[in-house]
């Protein structure tokens, strides 16, 4: 199919002799230009300044009538291949505009007429649709019919690969029953979902059982995301490493984990991480338990770890509480250079005491 632009434009007098007592008719009457962009090619796109949106379409009747019930839209292009459906605050001005779509003429009453003539789904997952035809999607859920929610941050990256920076966004990983937010940073570095972030003393992490499950502090700010959400998201087939950034004076430093994994409150959030060989602070065996002030999942026989070393962790089970780290301790840093003082109260990991401590889920390197 070549000659693949259809150049249409309606009728205002004759719309309204038609349909004198529709007011929705008259309002959508005015002069629309109509194009679909196979093979307009790239001189013929809309200016990028004359775009009121682009989104997924269904069809160029669809994408016909996303343009008449938006009140600024003017003309649109509908790119079959693509099916992405462009919406423009001014007419189109190229050669492509007089040819016609395989003799194919849409008038006014038509496109008017679209849920007859082509009835659309129902909006899916909970997704409401005032005016028939777009829905409103429920939080993390897109698409034309709201047909999926978003997973996590690498997945919001990939609906809109030009988007960095920190954001705060709604996912719902597949075996989550809800959508919930999380802290997203998408950059050159690859896209990060923060598990903690700790930059200030302000938040104590010295918590119980119920804010270390369902997560406390600001999404912006301090937080712990939860072990519930953890669970439900490295529940499914999702792959994902965890690091661990530590802070200190002057410096940073980076542990990267493989695979890791928390299990369900029934297993009491069990931790699952693939190790660094080297690596003290993880170098305990999976399977353990996490331990807060008023749940001793420790099985240190006396002693409830979190509540002797403060915060809420996966201690392990010996002796000591065999404390190679405590990210979740009083966060206070060593002006002598951010190297432990030996004080296991405080926040530590391995060697480094923090001036800011924070740990992130992303995918496997491919
Ligand atoms: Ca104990």
Redesign the pocket.
């Known amino acids: 199919m070549n000659a693949s632009t259809l150049h249409l434009r309606f009728l205002p007098l004759m719309s309204l002799l038609l349909f004198p007592l529709f007011p929705q008719v008259v309002q959508a009457v005015r002069s629309v230009d109509y194009r679909i962009s196979k093979s307009c090619g790239e001189n013929s796109k809309l200016h990028p300044v004359h775009i009121i949106k682009a989104f997924g379409g269904r069809s160029d009747l669809h994408c016909a009538v996303q343009c008449e019930l938006h009140e600024h839209c003017t003309s649109f292009d509908f790119d079959r291949d693509s099916k992405e459906c462009t919406l423009g605050l001014q007419p189109f001005y190229t050669d492509c505009s007089n040819s016609i779509v395989n003799g194919t003429n849409y008038t006014t009453e038509e496109i008017k007429h679209f849920d007859e003539v082509y009835p659309l789904p129902a909006c899916l997952n909970g997704g409401k649709s005032p005016n028939g035809v777009a829905c409103d999607c429920p939080n993390g859920a897109i698409g034309d019919r709201c047909e999926r929610f978003v997973s996590d941050c690498e997945d919001w990256q990939s609906i809109n690969p030009t988007e960095s920076g920190h954001k705060v966004k709604w996912i719902k990983p597949p075996a989550s029953p809800t959508p919930f937010q999380v802290y997203c940073r998408m950059d050159s570095d690859g896209t990060r979902l923060y598990v903690m972030t700790r930059t200030t003393d302000t938040t104590t992490f010295n918590r119980d059982w119920a804010a270390y499950r369902d997560g406390f502090g600001d999404l912006d700010g301090d937080n712990w995301l939860g072990l519930e959400k953890l669970h439900v998201l490295t529940a499914g087939d999702q792959r994902y490493r965890l690091r661990v950034k530590v802070d200190v004076l002057n410096d940073d430093n980076y542990e990267t984990y493989g695979e890791f994994r928390v299990g369900d409150e029934s297993e009491n959030y069990k931790l699952s991480v693939n190790l660094n060989q080297s690596d003290p602070c993880f170098a305990i065996r999976n399977g353990l338990p996490f331990t807060t002030t008023d749940r ?1 999942n ?4 006396g ?3 979190a509540r002797r070393f403060g915060g809420g962790w996966w201690f392990f089970t010996n002796n000591t509480c065999s404390l190679y780290c405590n990210p979740t301790g009083e966060l206070v840093f060593n002006t002598a250079g951010g190297n432990y003082t030996g004080d296991r109260t405080h926040a530590f990991w391995q060697h480094w005491a923090p001036v800011a401590i924070s740990m992130y889920l992303m995918h496997p390197e491919v």
């Open positions: 001793d420790d099985e240190v026989a002693i409830n770890c």
